[in-house]
């Protein structure tokens, strides 16, 4: 994988563990900042991931290349 790939997927996996931890936790939206974090989370990872060529990809593609990073990855996890 190279580097630029690999920047747009830890992107997409970080807003994804940005938006399971909201919402395990509805309560964080409570936090003034927590917005603004979501936000620039998804900007980031759109941003990545569109240099990447990654945007519209097939999903079992982007799940396959995080899984490549993230063996632990479940996107089956309960909330």
Same mark, same amino acid.
């Given at each position: 994988?190279?580097?630029?790939?690999?920047?747009?997927?830890?992107?997409?996996?970080?807003?994804?563990? +940005?938006?399971?931890?909201?919402? /395990?936790?509805?309560?964080?939206? %409570? !936090? #003034?900042?927590?917005?603004?974090? &979501?936000?620039?989370?998804?900007?980031? +990872?759109?941003?990545?991931?569109? /240099?990447?060529?990654?945007?519209? %990809? !097939? #999903?079992?593609?982007?799940?396959? &290349?995080?899984?490549?990073?993230?063996?632990?990855?479940?996107?089956?996890? /309960?909330?």
């Amino acid at each position: 994988m190279d580097d630029v790939t690999r920047e747009g997927v830890q992107a997409y996996y970080r807003l994804q563990q +940005a938006l399971l931890s909201v919402a /395990k936790d509805p309560a964080a939206l %409570a !936090d #003034p900042d927590a917005e603004q974090r &979501l936000s620039a989370a998804a900007w980031e +990872a759109n941003t990545a991931m569109k /240099k990447a060529g990654l945007l519209g %990809a !097939d #999903p079992a593609h982007v799940l396959g &290349l995080v899984r490549q990073l993230y063996p632990h990855f479940d996107t089956e996890e /309960k909330i």
